[in-house]
């Protein structure tokens, strides 16, 4: 979740303030016939309600209340959801009738939580970088339900990817004007952070500071 600067909007009159929040994760436990209390999963194509979450949400607030005026009627501390539209690119077949083929897509980020976001009030933009997505709910099988626990109780789980391939490094921007998602593509000779969650993450001016990091390189799941 991250805020962006009060601003005047000169088209209605009031000073505003945004927020924005995008994805994160949500209790999945897994409950059912299939998947149970254990968490020892037999069924992997249908899957509880829960996990992680790719949607982008933004919270307008008036500032000024003195006069509420018809703004107020439209988007006044009210979340908006806000989706990628489908961008479409020349597809031709080899086929005469295909030669005009156009082919369309969604581009946008992966579910995650842990990542790294700022707003970028100048440009309308919402950044986004890093953190961690597996398709397991939890980091490994072990203990009953959620994984971490004593290991006399989970020694019998495994680590579903050893390699700690869910975390991430990819960094993205939405523009709210264009309701595009956009991948900043780093040049593969070029030096970038490591995969990374829960870091510090400031947007200053035109510059992106970025400190620390929790990157797991012990067993995710420790005595205790």
């Given amino acids: 979740m991250v805020a962006g600067k009060p601003y005047y909007d000169s088209t209605d009159g009031f000073y505003k303030q945004r927020m924005a929040i995008y994805g994160g994760h949500r209790l999945w436990h897994g409950y059912s016939q299939e998947n149970s209390q254990d968490n020892n999963w037999s069924n992997y194509t249908t899957r509880p309600r829960g996990g992680y979450l790719d949607d982008l949400w933004i919270y307008t ?16 501390g009210l979340w ?42 100048s ?67 070029s030096p970038k952070p490591d995969p990374r969650m829960d870091m510090i993450f400031l947007l200053l001016g035109d510059v992106i500071f970025m400190h620390g990091k929790c990157h797991i390189v012990l067993p995710p799941v420790l005595p205790y």
């Avoid at 031709?92 to 969604?106: E, H, L």
């Fill in 61 to 76: 607030k008036y500032l000024d209340y003195s006069n509420p005026g018809e703004g107020y009627k439209t988007n006044n």
């Fill in 80 to 121: 908006q959801l806000k989706t990628a539209k489908e961008q479409c690119f020349p597809s031709p077949g080899i086929s005469w009738d295909t030669r005009n083929q156009i082919s369309c897509t969604t581009i946008a980020p992966t579910s995650r939580a842990g990542h790294g976001s700022a707003f970028d009030d």
């Fill in 123 to 189: 440009r309308d933009i919402v950044w986004i970088f890093g953190g961690y997505s597996i398709y397991y709910p939890y980091l490994s099988t072990d203990g009953i339900g959620s994984g971490p626990g004593p290991t006399s109780v989970g020694s019998g789980g495994f680590v579903p990817y050893p390699g700690f391939d869910y975390f991430r490094n990819d960094l993205w921007y939405y523009n709210l004007s264009s309701s595009l998602w956009i991948q900043v593509e780093i040049p593969e000779d």
